[in-house]
């Protein structure tokens, strides 16, 4: 499904991405790992064209390389930053009616959305800035999902959530994955990371240092030691 071969990323002169390397096969869930500051961001910003960057990105047996951002999320690939990105003066409802795309039918409504998060549903009037982070990072992963992708990555979703919210983010992705949707899933919490994927990979200084399942991750004690570990 995604296919990304040899890609280099650069801020200025700075090179960050340096010949990364992976795929997302249909309906799975794959996370990427690493410490803050090897690139994993930067990885899934270059796939969706949103930084400088060189190298080959198929996405349905199609090169997206050189297409613009609004062009590969029409194609089914979709973004949720790490910053979250909500309107914050429009309610929770107007947010989630921006996310769906003009003349496509989705697999998924607004009220499947309500359904997978009640909370929502009783804030579906309130102003979205005004919502804790866990509410507004349900929001911008509903926001999202709404456009009806085959592929969502996702950076950081967990970040800064409360271990009840955190539970029901991991159910999301699940549940994501069980109707077909493909996940790429930027993460630093090892244990959710672990428990989802069926495949996972670690950067380091900019490029792929290790591919497996997590249980080649969970016996990969020098791998965990050198590059995820603090």
Not at 143 to 158: A, F, Y
Not at 162 to 175: F, K, N
Not at 192 to 205: C, N, P
């Amino acid at each position: 499904m995604l296919n990304v071969s040899q890609l280099h990323a650069y801020y200025g002169k700075s090179h960050v991405l340096q010949g990364v390397n992976f795929h997302v096969q249909p309906g799975e869930i794959v996370s990427l790992l690493g410490r803050n500051g090897v690139g994993r961001s930067t990885t899934v910003k270059a796939v969706m064209g949103l930084v400088q960057s060189s190298g080959s990105v198929h996405f349905d047996d199609q090169d997206i390389s050189n297409l613009k951002t609004y062009e590969i999320a029409l194609r089914g690939l979709a973004y949720v930053p790490e910053n979250r990105d909500i309107f914050p003066t429009l309610t929770v409802e107007q947010n989630l009616i921006l996310g769906q795309q003009r003349g496509k039918t989705s697999q998924w409504s607004i009220e499947d959305m309500y359904d997978m998060f009640p909370r929502l549903k009783e804030r579906r009037h309130t102003a979205a800035g005004v919502m804790s982070g866990g509410e507004q990072q349900m929001l911008t992963l509903c926001r999202s999902l709404i456009g009806d992708p085959k592929l969502i990555m996702i950076d950081e979703p967990t970040e800064g959530l409360a271990p009840r919210i955190v539970d029901q983010v991991a159910q999301y992705l699940d549940e994501l994955r069980k109707r077909g949707v493909a996940v790429l899933l930027v993460e630093q919490k090892l244990a959710i990371a672990l428990d989802i994927s069926q495949r996972l990979y670690v950067m380091g200084r900019g490029s792929i240092v290790f591919e497996g399942t997590p249980n080649d991750l969970r016996t990969a004690v020098d791998v965990r030691r050198d590059w995820l570990e603090v």
